[in-house]
């Protein structure tokens, strides 16, 4: 039987757009999320975050859904347009308000918060006034909105993440345009990175100074194992450069100072303005990294050649969820081994893992998702696997508690560990969501 430590964090994560709806009410701002829904062909559906889980309203029913399940940890995300509804300047003391009563009803709970700052829903006159994150001027917006947070709740709050997965805010954001705001310009996406990373370095001493010495600072990323196709030099230098855009190029500036030379030749003229100092900023110690996983890619070099023949290969006879993506426990122990031996990181929270799959209310009521218990028991045990071998992993987060909007998908991917049924917002705990319980009451840790 494998076992987890005996204070290992079992914890649940969501994110503020894709669960609390009431988004035009009591002064919150506009989003570019808002005005990205808004746009026919951006969500599927043409859904948006204006309902989603109604978590606004029906928090504590939330709350009580976590204590039933025994979690110790929630991962939750403030919405800035609702602290700032124009990103900056005039304070909305509403939305103080409500995440101060979240951040009371979990403590009552006996619920340890994990508040991330950005996850990906940037005020929209940002956006408008000054080019959002192509601009500096929003990595000291993002700071100043990093102090008055933690002012308020950094007498309770004990743990921040600063940014969610910065690889795709910037990359699907500003280069694909599959997510908000839906730019396609692939300059302007090197230098969107570079500015996330700003506003990340410059709110860290922020939030350590408002919250007190017991503060754990971090920064969550999307974090994929590459592996090569094939032995070839061309497929290895394929996973190398690919490994080099999604991971290393976050990964690097945070935790070395630098990032990484082979993408700064490879970018020539397209890697993003910098200023003197910038380095030392982003670079400031963390006391731990959020590690975001969910699947591993395969990597070819095609016939484009480098880079724009860089292509990931589906692996026959895989499983896949919902998403298309592959189902690979083995894959979340070899990313954290490798982070562990290639960057000195004091502590590692997986802040994010899970699956999307087609679940229905069976005839009994009830919510069976035996695809997701096995996914979660066997990443799970890669988890428990890299704690055995050194890896100083102190959490798990599932994602999702509940079901919500899943970006540019709307409604149509369901990850939770309860079920929504979005017309009448009846929360129903999956089979999942049990065997979590069970999993996290055997604990220290019997999977
Ligand atoms: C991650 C996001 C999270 C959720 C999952 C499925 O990239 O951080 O909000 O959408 O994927």
Redesign the pocket.
């Known amino acids: 039987m494998a076992q987890f430590p005996e204070n290992f964090l079992w914890g649940v994560a969501t ?1 503020s757009y ?1 669960i609390e709806g009431a988004a035009t009410e009591d002064g919150r701002g506009e989003s570019i999320w808002d005005r990205f829904c808004a746009t026919p062909g951006n969500v599927l559906n043409g859904d948006s975050g204006l309902v989603a889980c109604d978590h606004y309203h029906r928090y504590r029913e939330d709350v009580a859904l976590m204590r039933e399940l025994g979690v110790k940890a929630y991962r939750f995300s403030i919405a800035w347009p609702r602290i700032l509804p124009d990103g900056r300047g005039q304070v909305n003391p509403a939305g103080l308000d409500f995440y101060d009563r979240l951040v009371d009803a979990l403590l009552d709970a006996g619920i340890e918060p994990f508040v991330t700052l950005y ?1 990906w829903d940037l005020p929209q006159a940002l956006q408008d006034e000054i080019g959002g994150w192509g601009s500096r001027e929003t990595s000291n917006a993002f700071a100043n909105y990093a102090d008055i947070v933690s002012r308020r709740l950094g007498n309770r709050v004990q743990n921040w993440i600063t940014l ?2 910065p690889y ?1 805010s910037t990359f699907m954001g500003h280069e694909t345009g599959r997510m908000a705001p839906g730019l396609k310009d692939p300059r302007l996406a090197w230098q969107v990175s570079h500015h996330l990373l700003l506003g990340h370095g410059l709110a860290v001493p922020i939030l350590r100074a408002n919250s007190g010495p017991q503060a754990r600072v971090g920064i969550t990323l ?1 974090l994929t194992p590459m592996y090569a196709a094939t032995a070839s030099a061309e497929d290895q230098l394929a996973a190398q450069l690919r490994d080099g855009k999604v991971n290393r190029w976050f990964l690097d500036p945070v935790f070395k100072g630098s990032y990484p030379s082979d993408l700064l030749t490879l970018l020539g003229d397209m890697a993003p303005k910098t200023e003197a100092g910038d380095a030392g900023i982003i670079a400031v110690p963390l006391d731990f990294l959020g590690v ?1 996983n ?1 699947y591993r890619a395969i990597i070819s070099q095609g016939p484009g050649g480098i880079p724009d023949g860089i292509m990931q290969i589906r692996p026959e006879g895989a499983e896949f969820t919902e ?1 298309g993506w592959e189902v690979y426990p083995r894959g979340l122990y070899d990313l954290l081994t490798r982070l562990h031996q290639d960057y000195s990181i004091p502590q590692y929270f997986i802040t ?1 893992n ?1 699956a ?1 799959f087609n679940d229905t209310v069976s005839e009994d009521g009830h919510v069976h998702d035996p695809r997701r218990v096995q996914y979660l028991h066997d990443y799970l045990l890669q988890a428990q696997a890299a704690i055995a071998g050194g890896v100083p992993l102190a959490g798990y987060f599932a ?2 508690l509940m079901d919500n909007f ?2 540019a998908f709307g409604y149509t991917k369901r ?1 939770g560990i309860v079920y929504i049924d979005y017309p009448t917002q009846r929360r129903i705990i999956k089979d999942s969501g049990y065997g979590y319980r069970d999993t996290i009451a055997a604990n220290g840790g019997n999977l």
């Open positions: 994110a894709q996850h969610n997965e795709v999307s975001n969910y998403m994010e899970g999307a994602w999702s899943e970006w990850f």
